[in-house]
């Protein structure tokens, strides 16, 4: 049997989406261990001057605990 936890944790990127969903996993693998999986709870943009300046998502990430 194994228990995970669930984190919230928010990425952004100038690029895109994926961009930023591969940016804040790859910052938590760098803390959490045993990274399962991730649900993507939101998405924003924010703009500048008609254009947008950077892509955020917000996620939630499952880990297993270690015993």
Sequence with gaps: M???KVT??????????E???K???G???R???NIKGAWIKGMKVDIENGKIRQYRVDMKVTFVLED
């Design 2 to 4: 194994s228990v995970a």
């Design 19 to 21: 961009a930023a969903i």
């Design 8 to 17: 919230e944790i928010t990425a952004t990127s100038p690029k895109s989406f």
């Design 27 to 29: 910052r938590a693998a």
């Design 31 to 33: 803390t959490l261990k």
């Design 23 to 25: 940016s804040g996993i």
